[in-house]
């Protein structure tokens, strides 16, 4: 059984630009969700998709979005990038919306120069 | 906003047992406490949850204060691949019924062998 996995590994950005990262969550599992980790801090709830739809979301502006796909894989989006989204950008995937049972992916090192 | 309060770090010798404390004193009545651990280089891994009992699972046991403001995640026996930063985690709900999740800024465990 693969787990969850997250693509690029890494990515160097310019602040003002847009990126898309992506999650492939586990088999079985309908639920995605996205997490910031900065350097030396715990992760920060950006939004959780239940089925295709947004079911609860941190505070996080606008320009962060998200989507999830039929085949239950996920995308987040941050537009009109700064300096301070250089974070780890983690995905968890879970059968449900219980939080005990996410399992989180490797992650995707975003970096805005 | 729920929040949670941990040590940022603590030490424990090989094979001892360690107990790890969280304040929530913002809890509500019906959210269950959580933990994490993130081992370096990957993403957080689920280690125990509870609501109001004790519990014990082949991890670890979670002992929870009769007020439910804070609670003790106990290693019984500390092994070197028990080295993580370990995260007490709440589910903040929204009156609009969403919800989003709360991380701790998390404590740093150190194995001594």
């Known amino acids: 059984e693969t787990g969850v996995t997250q693509s690029p590994t890494h990515l160097i950005k310019t602040r003002g630009q847009q990126v898309t990262l992506r999650c492939s969550s586990q088999?079985?599992?309908?639920?995605v969700s996205w997490y910031q980790q900065a350097l030396g801090q715990g992760p920060q709830f950006i939004f959780q998709?239940?089925?295709?739809?947004?079911?609860g979301r941190g505070n996080f502006p606008p320009r962060f979005s998200g989507l999830q796909f039929p085949n239950y894989s996920s995308e987040l989006n941050v537009n009109a990038l700064e300096l301070d989204d250089s974070a780890l950008y983690l995905c968890?995937?879970?059968?449900?919306?219980?939080?005990?049972?996410?399992?989180f992916g490797p992650g995707t090192r975003l970096t805005v120069t | 906003d729920a929040k949670t309060t941990q040590p940022n770090s603590m030490e424990s010798n090989e094979e001892e047992p360690v107990h790890l404390p969280c304040n929530h004193s913002?809890?509500?009545?019906?959210?269950?406490i959580h933990w994490y651990r993130q081992l370096p280089s990957q993403g957080p891994e689920y280690v125990i949850h509870?609501?109001?009992s004790n519990v014990n699972n082949r991890m670890a046991s979670l002992a929870i204060a009769e007020d439910r403001k804070s609670s003790t995640l106990i290693l019984h026996r500390a092994t070197l691949r028990d080295a993580a930063v370990y995260y007490c985690?709440?589910?903040?709900?929204?009156?609009?019924?969403?919800?989003?999740?709360?991380f701790g800024t998390g404590t740093r465990l150190k194995v001594l062998a």
């Open positions: 088999s079985g599992h309908n639920t």
């Open positions: 509870g609501l109001t």
């Open positions: 985690i709440l589910r903040d709900e929204h009156t609009s019924g969403t919800y989003k999740y709360i």
């Open positions: 998709y239940y089925r295709e739809e947004e079911n």
């Open positions: 913002t809890i509500s009545g019906t959210d269950y």
């Open positions: 968890a995937s879970s059968p449900g919306t219980r939080f005990y049972e996410q399992y």
